[in-house]
């Protein structure tokens, strides 16, 4: 009994003490590791959830009736009305450089810059109003016709090392004048 107070008393050996600093050193970089991740994963969030908006804006518009305001005359038709959106004309912001290893505040001003000409981003009615990691372009072929298009894209450059990262989301009018939109993005070095 006398053996085990007096073991006690002694406290720890270094061989203890080094295991047990081992142990809070390999549990510090699996946490460092795991934190890193999920911060990668939330900046890469913005760019998922915008162009999904992106897209289901680009559907909305397609679908609405855009007809002229002219009277048809008795026994006429009109053409098929539905058309999507033209191209914008820059992107938000105009250079990656503004997003590089930073957030960019854009303004109202650079969303709406082709309102008059109803296309790009205001034909959309698609806007950011909070800080954003990610350079927005939105692209279209636009005829009237089956096999228009467009291709909406996000580029990051999350670490500000000058290679970005790329998101698209595409959609295409088919034979019978509906637009199908792909399932999901095509994401190339989503975490640069």
Known sequence: MQRWI???????????????VAIVGILAVLAIYGVRKYL???K????????GQL??????EFEKESMPGTILATGTSAANSRQLCKAASL???AAAAAIAGKKYQSSTAEWNVDAAGNSGFACLKFSMD????????YTATVT???GDSFLGTANGDLNGDGVLSTFSITGSVNSSFALNIAPNMLEIQPEE
């Open 144 to 146: 009237g016709n089956a």
């Open 130 to 137: 909070q800080p954003q990691y990610y350079m927005y372009m």
């Open 40 to 42: 990668a994963n939330a």
């Open 44 to 51: 890469t969030a913005e760019a998922r959830n915008s162009l």
């Open 91 to 93: 992107s938000v912001p």
């Open 55 to 60: 897209a289901k804006d680009a559907a909305a």
């Open 6 to 20: 007096k073991k006690a008393k002694q406290g720890f050996t270094l061989i203890e003490l080094m295991i047990v």
